[in-house]
């Protein structure tokens, strides 16, 4: 099993930066890929940005040239820096790793931007 704590969400004013932080334990043999993804209200569960073992990334169209995700192997740790937030970022941020290519989620973080 691995669990996975998020940190990091509040509340910003448009044009400013947040950083989020997800922290992986448990049993963990090898983690393929982590990322995150958010829901906002009303609306379906999105893929934001993800990052494989091998460091490769992608992104969301809404989230490239804004946001960066990154990894601590050694901490089981991934990132994700927001910058030049939007009102429309506003969600609930979710951790997802992909360990042993099985999914977990974490809990979910709130990040709301105000105008």
């Known amino acids: 099993q691995v669990q996975l704590v998020e940190s990091g969400g509040g509340l910003v004013q448009a044009g400013g930066s947040l950083r989020l932080s997800c922290v992986a334990s448990?049993?963990?043999?090898?983690?393929?890929?982590m990322g995150w993804y958010r829901q906002a209200p009303g609306k379906q569960r999105e893929l934001v940005a993800a990052?494989?073992?091998?460091?490769?990334?992608n992104y969301a169209d809404s989230a490239k040239g804004r946001f960066t995700i990154s990894r601590d192997n050694a901490k089981s740790t991934v990132y994700l820096q927001m910058n030049s937030l939007k009102p429309e970022d506003t969600a609930v941020y979710y951790c997802?790793?992909?360990?042993?290519?099985?999914?977990?989620w974490g809990q979910g973080t709130q990040v709301i931007v105000s105008p």
């Open positions: 997802n790793v992909v360990h042993m290519w099985q999914n977990y």
């Open positions: 448990g049993s963990i043999v090898t983690i393929n890929v």
């Open positions: 990052i494989r073992s091998g460091g490769s990334t």
